[in-house]
């Protein structure tokens, strides 16, 4: 069965350091991997995702991830924090027709 | 584009109560799916209509939770009656089909029972 683990319920870092959020997923078959981000009373919105072809996806506000099957890993990085990434962040991972499966989430808190 | 519509955005209820949720997605999108987002937790998937059919809801506790999507829009989920383990975020996403396409979310109905 397809599940994620996000490795690290809380992340923090200094404004203008590297951003690095961890998500390992489980898969028989190549997933689609997603990355949400939630900001206080609000739903998700996708950052970045990934289908098929480039494993280096770019995605909005300066975020990107790398989809390393051999590591079965799809980690999320921004080189450079800013004090608007403080917010929750899932993992997601879904297949063809099938329902979307989230991490626990990783909690983003920037410190000036 | 209008986004994802639900309302209320919260809701208090004592424990045994009812309630329902009501949600509209994107216009045209033919997937729409509930979560639940217990505090602490990712959103875990309660039922997924494709138009007016439901695909899966193998997560949904039958015995107090229901879903329907008349006419293939709008969606409510109602539960009855509820219990102090519901509360939680409820929220709403659609697609345009599933699978690959990212699902689109509302801003979701926090739930509180007492």
């Known amino acids: 069965a397809q599940s994620v683990t996000q490795l690290g319920s809380h992340v923090s870092v200094s404004e203008g350091a590297l951003v690095l959020l961890r998500c390992n997923y489980s898969?028989?078959?190549?997933?689609?991997l997603f990355w949400y981000v939630q900001y206080p009373n609000q739903g998700l919105q996708l950052l970045l995702k990934?289908?098929?072809?480039?494993?280096l996806v770019k995605g909005i506000n300066g975020f990107e991830a790398e989809f390393k099957k051999s590591e079965t890993s799809f980690h999320l990085t921004k080189p450079s924090a800013h004090m608007s990434d403080a917010a929750e962040y899932f993992c997601?991972?879904?297949?063809?027709?099938?329902?979307?499966?989230f991490g626990a989430g990783t909690r983003l808190t920037v410190k000036p | 584009e209008a986004g994802v519509a639900q309302s209320p955005r919260y809701k208090i209820i004592e424990k045994r109560q009812s309630v329902a949720f009501w949600c509209n997605p994107i216009s045209g999108h033919a997937t729409l799916y509930w979560y639940q987002q217990i505090l602490g937790q990712g959103p875990k998937l309660l039922i997924q209509f494709q138009n007016n059919g439901v695909v899966d809801d193998s997560q949904l506790p039958k015995d107090r939770f229901s879903a329907e999507r008349l006419k293939g829009v709008d969606s409510t989920l109602k539960i009855q009656p509820a219990k102090l383990e519901d509360s939680a975020v409820y929220l709403c996403?659609?697609?345009?089909?599933?699978?690959?396409?990212?699902?689109?979310f509302g801003p979701g109905t926090r739930l509180t029972v007492t």
């Open positions: 997601a991972v879904s297949f063809y027709n099938n329902d979307m499966r």
């Open positions: 996403a659609s697609s345009p089909r599933g699978g690959s396409y990212e699902q689109y």
């Open positions: 990934y289908t098929t072809g480039a494993t």
């Open positions: 898969s028989s078959v190549p997933p689609y």
